[in-house]
Structure formats: C-alpha cells, structure tokens
C-alpha cells in the first residue's frame, strides 16, 4: 500500500503526495468573483505547505454576480481569466497541483441569500416543500418558517431550457478554468447544491429523463460531464465530489451512492472526491465541530473504494498527518482532504514529511472563523503574513499566561525582543482549561499545547505563582508592560454571597457544591461557554432549565460555525431542555428562581442551585492604576483588555507585537 507521501497519478496528472486541501470558501474574492490578494495567499500558502492537490473553493459559473455574492469566487466571464492565472502560477512554483470547483449552490444560495436580506430563486430539480429541504434553518433561525410563509416562497421545479443553461455555463467555465492554468475540475455535487439535488430522492421527483431511476437522477450529472469534457479536451482531469451519506433519514445513503459512483466512473469520471451531509438539512458532516471523532467520516470513502477504480479522495476532521498516513496506508482512501488542519497550519505537510511533528498547529475544530481565517492566527488571515525582524528591541514584561500573554510573547521574541511572563496561578493557559472541560472541548487545549511547545523553544520564561507588585514591576525595568491578565467570573450584585449561587467556573470545576436541579443564566454567547456550559452539566447528569435575558439567539455570532450551533440547538432540543428567553432575573431563594417571563408575568423555578454564565469583568482599569507609570508603554491586551473571545485575544496578542517597531 502506497504512503501519504508517495505521488499518485490520476488521467496522466501527477500528484507529489496525497495530501490535499479540500475546496473551502475564503470569502475573499472581489466584487466581480475574481480572487484578492488574500485569495493568492490562501492557495499559495497551502502549496509552499507542501500539499499536493489543491482545489478552489467552490466557484460559479453564472456570467452575473447578484449582489450579496461579492465575496463568491465567479467564474463566468472571460474578464476572470487573468485574475485566477495568477493563482495557479503561485501554486505550480512549489510543484502542487490545483483544480476549480465549479458549483451552483442551488438552495444554499437561496438561504444564504434570504438571510442576508436579497433575492435569489429557490429552484431545483422538483417543486419540493422547501421548508423540509432546508430543514436545518427552522432549527437554526426561529422565524424561517415564517419568513418562507410571508414570501410565499416556493422551489420551482426547473425546466429543460433551465438545465441545459447550467450544463452549457458549467461547459463555459471549465474551459475558462482550464484556460486560468488549473490542472483539474471538480463538479460540486455534494451539500445540497444543485447538482446533488438531482441525486438526492426527496428532492427530486421527476417522472422525465431527469428523475425516477438511479440512472436517471444521474442525468444531469452525466450530461455536464460530457460537456465539460467537450470544452476542455481530453487531457485535465475530471473529478466529481458526492456527499455519499447526506445523513438524513430520507437522504441519499451509501447503496444508492455506490450505484451512482460506477455510473459516473463509465461516463469517466476521474476521481471521486468522497464527502458527506447537506448544508440545509444536516451541516455536521461538512462543518464538523470538535464534537465528532477525528477520521470519523472515512469509512465512507472505503465504501466508495471498494466499488470503484478510479482514485479517491477522504474528508471530515482529519487534523493529524499520522492519521492521514494510516489511512492511505490502510487502502481507506488514496488522497487525504485536510481542510480546517491546513487552515490552522499550512506546513502540516512539511513539518511531518520533516519530522517536525511539535510544531505542528493543531486545529481545535472550533469552527468559529475557518472561511476568513483562523483562530490561532486572527490577525493576518491563514498565516500568509511573515515575521519580520524588529529594529527597536525591548524588554517586555507580560503579566499573564492565557492565550493573549502568550502569544504575544511568541511574536516579540521571535521578532527579537526580550520577553519573560509572569502568571499568577500554577498553571498556564488561563481560561482554555477551564473550557476544556466543557463537554467535548478538550481539544481546545491544542492551542495551549503549541503556545506552550514554542515558549520552550524559544526560552521565553513563565514564572508561575508570580504575581507581581508595582515594586518588582519597576525592579524588572521593562520597556513595555503588558497587561492579559484575563477577566473574572462574576455574579449578579443582589446575589452576591447565596450560597446557591455559583459562577460558571465553580460550576465547571464543582468547587462548590451544585444540586441536581440547575438554573442557568446566559446561552447567549457561545464565547462566554453558556451554552456548553448548559451540555455539561447536562451530560454529568443534572436537571438543566435555562434562561436568557434581551439576546434571544442561543450561541450567537456563530453563523459560520453552522455546524456546531446546530449540534448545540439541537442537543437543547432533544433533551428538552427549557431555554426562557427575555427573562428579567428577580431573585434567587433557597427553594428556587423568580423571573419575569417574556409576557412580564412573574414565574418561579424551583431549583437547587442558579448558575451565572453572563458577563465577567476584568480589572483593566484598577491593574492600569496600579501600574501607571511603572513602565514607559503600558500595553491591555484579550479579556483584560475587553472580554472577548479565542480569536480577539489572539487578535490583540498578534497586533500588538507584530506592530513593535
Ligand atoms: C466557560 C468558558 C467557555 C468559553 N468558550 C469559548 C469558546 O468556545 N470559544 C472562544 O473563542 N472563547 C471561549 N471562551 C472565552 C475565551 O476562553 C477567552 O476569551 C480567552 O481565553 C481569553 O484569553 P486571555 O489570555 O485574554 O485571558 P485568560 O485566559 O483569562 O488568561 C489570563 C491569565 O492571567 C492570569 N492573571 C490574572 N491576573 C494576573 C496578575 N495580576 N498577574 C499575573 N497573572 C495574572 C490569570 O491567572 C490567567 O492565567 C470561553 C470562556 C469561558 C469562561
Ligand atoms: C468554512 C468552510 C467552507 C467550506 N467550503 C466548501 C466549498 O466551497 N465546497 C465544498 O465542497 N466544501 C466546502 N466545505 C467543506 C470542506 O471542503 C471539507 O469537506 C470540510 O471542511 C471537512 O474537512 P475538514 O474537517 O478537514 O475541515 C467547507 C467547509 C467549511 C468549514
């Protein structure tokens, strides 16, 4: 069996090693769909990270842009051309080879665009009740019933003329493609686009050439197929991605998919890139929050291998090369997809083929950025900005080892300055072990580990225990101070001192005694861990009811994270845990809570104990009073500076020290 570094060659096209980033939106191209200077070097960073296939994210073909797509990749018109060679050379000077997915995002587009406020036509393969294709948004977004309702929206069942459209536009810009410099085209017909939608059988139930059989709801596939084929000669391999599980009661499963698979291998498909899910319907298999197992979706592209010849490509939440490497070697797929893990470190392919396994980033399997960049690098966007040497050095102090204090002692030092931290507790990380042991986040502390590994390496000292006086402070004589000293958990003022009142990181850590009965405040922000909170101690077996003040979104600011929003709303709702929203908190007693409900009626929990998950506090101001003076630039950086999430304090963190003259 073949190792992940051994080349492979699909329809004369030779691949150097089978690791490859999958098509995932950047959301960064311009207003005509052309790529920016962030689209060079979201792909160019993956090639010189020495993967070697690389597909663009997913790209239209229509030659008009309608408006909320300005940051849609389109490749339409010819205008595009030049825009998306610069591309593929950037790619072909580390020796990768990159391919286009061409795609029509069917009712992804619709929903997408309705949300955002724009008109789009919801059209597909049947006129099928559209709430139930897009099941996953009357989870996700409480008024879509209602909003589909009201604008009387329904799925228009295309007609002959509308097929033949796309095909001759799919034909159209796979020449285009060929034309820019790429070396592949892939045809999305996975996630809910149209494409899949023919495919899919509650989807399409036509009676014409185009529905009923197997063979049939392959039509359209097959024809644009043929199409393409014919535009762009004989020589660029054809690939075709298939979501083989859509993971749906009714969707279309692993039988059917291994029937559609020899279809489209006779018609000479030349790779099939093996996915899974349904944007619309069930996101999890596409966004796969740190919930699900690593690896755990590549049983699929076994299935799809043992019926096939041609070569096949495995995905979802593969993060470690090793595992990459087993499963090559194990014959369990020919190509190995990572996409989020290349994101969060382009070199994982360098660093492992060079044995340089610790200092690999690992992804966290967050979701909370991956399309615009990712967590661990929020400041310069999928690590395409480089380190430069600082001219001016310093000495810094930074007070703190959370993520913020780290990571801002990583960058000074690598650009040159002299660092040191001093952490008050025994340990460091701050908040991130704490949220790592919410349920299913102990992944988390990947980004603990790294910063961790890399101090070490770069003899930066972290002093535990240390919390320093204003006297030490001036003693050490820094140049710059800097503040990450993080927040701290709070509770409401009039229930401050009730000993059934816990804040959420004495619920978390139960260092306080915690009854079966549990109220908690705060779902609102996922970047205060309310949500997760509410999972956990549901998962260790406690009676969970939950109340939310003004904000009445569960996990807000989520939106690209669809996959582990919806994980969470519907963990609540299958375990039907009550969630009171706009809730006005009156008090908490020794039997329970009272609160004025949505109505303004005043209602009472009975409970054993009340667990905060709103704001914390940082002592910022009181810690800049202390220090005023102590040093020529006092710099606040993550929580301390306002209390935020993973990717601000990172944020801060890399602004501050990138920004050191
Ligand atoms: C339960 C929970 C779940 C969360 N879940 C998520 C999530 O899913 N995604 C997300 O993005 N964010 C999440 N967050 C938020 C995230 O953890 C924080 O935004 C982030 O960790 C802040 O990092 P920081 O380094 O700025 O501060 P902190 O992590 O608070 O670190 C501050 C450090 O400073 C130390 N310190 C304090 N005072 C001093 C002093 N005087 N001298 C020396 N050291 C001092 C502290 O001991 C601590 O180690 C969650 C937060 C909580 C509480
Ligand atoms: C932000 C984001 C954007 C994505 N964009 C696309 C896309 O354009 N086309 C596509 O076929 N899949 C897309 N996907 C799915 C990925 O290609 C991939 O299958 C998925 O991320 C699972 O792989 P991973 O766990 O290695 O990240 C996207 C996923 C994410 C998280």
Redesign the pocket.
Known sequence: MPKLSDPITIRGMEVKNRIGFPPMLSMSSDANGCPTKKSYNVYETKARGGAGLITYEAVSVEPVIFSAQNVTANIGKDDNIPAYKKVTDAVHKYGAKIGMQLADGGLIGFVLASIFGFKVEARGPSSVDLLHLTSAYETMVSSWPDTLKQTGAICKEMSMEDIIRVEDLFAAGAKRAIQAGFDFIEIHSAHATLHSAFLAPYSNVRTDKYGGSTENKCTFLLETMEKIRNSIGDKPPLFVRLSVDELLPDGLKMEESKKIVKIIENAGVDCIDVSQGNMIRNPKGIQIPSYFEHGGFIHLAEEIKKVTNVPVIGVGRIVDPKMADEFIQQGKADIIYMGRQLICDAETPNKYFNGQLDDIKYCMG?L?KCASTC?YDAYSGQNYTDLTPSADLKKIVV????????EAARVAKLRGHDVEI????D??????P??AM?YK?EE?MNIVNYLETQLKKLDVPIHLN???TRQEISDLKPDILVL????E?TVPKNLEGKPNVLT??EA?LKSKPIGKNVVIWGLGA?????P??AITLAEQGYNIKALMGSNTTVATEMLMATGRRLWILEYLRDNKIPVYTKAKLLDVTEKGIKFLDENKNEQFIEADTFVY?GS?IT?AKK?KKQFEAVAPKIQL????KR???????MN?AQTFARKLK
Do not use: H, N
């Open positions: 967050c909370q967590v007070l703190g080892a959370g993520i913020a204090g780290m001093y952490e008050k507790s340990k460091i990380g701050g908040l991130i704490l949220l919410e986040k988390f240390k919390e320093l990450a000293t993080g927040t958990a959420q990181d978390i996922y970047w205060r861990g309310g997760e909170t998950c914390r002592k810690l950086i993550g929580d301390c209390p935020r999430d993973i990717a601000e304090a801060d």
